[in-house]
Nanobody, 113 residues
């Protein structure tokens, strides 16, 4: 069964950090590019960051550049999103995505004092 499972979300104060994980199973993880998306209440889902299948190429939305880092471990079949200097506007449900229209269930990130 093809599956993506996110974890690592939670409540954090402004300026804090979180590390999200996305565990993949049921497909050849190392053959697919991956992405992180997010969706805030009342807003459309938006792309946050992308990473190539081998991890050598990454890209970021302007609103997270310099603060977030996407990475992957093709031995552990897991993708990560390191989030630093978090802002209240980063509050959203974060989803991982695998090429081929595979989505995780999402993990809530709330940035609030």
């Amino acid at each position: 069964q093809v599956q993506l499972v996110e974890s690592g979300g939670g409540l954090v104060q402004p300026g804090g950090s979180l590390r999200l994980s996305c565990a993949a199973s049921g497909f050849t993880f190392s053959s697919r590019s991956m992405k992180w998306y997010r969706q805030a209440p009342g807003k459309e889902r938006e792309l946050v960051a992308s990473i190539s299948n081998a991890g050598y190429s990454t890209s970021y939305a302007d609103f997270v550049k310099g603060r977030f880092t996407i990475s992957r471990d093709n031995v552990k079949n897991t993708m990560y999103l390191e989030m630093n200097s978090l802002k209240p506007e980063d509050t959203a449900v974060y989803y991982c995505y695998a090429l081929g229209n595979v989505w995780g269930q999402g993990t809530q990130v709330t940035v609030s004092s």
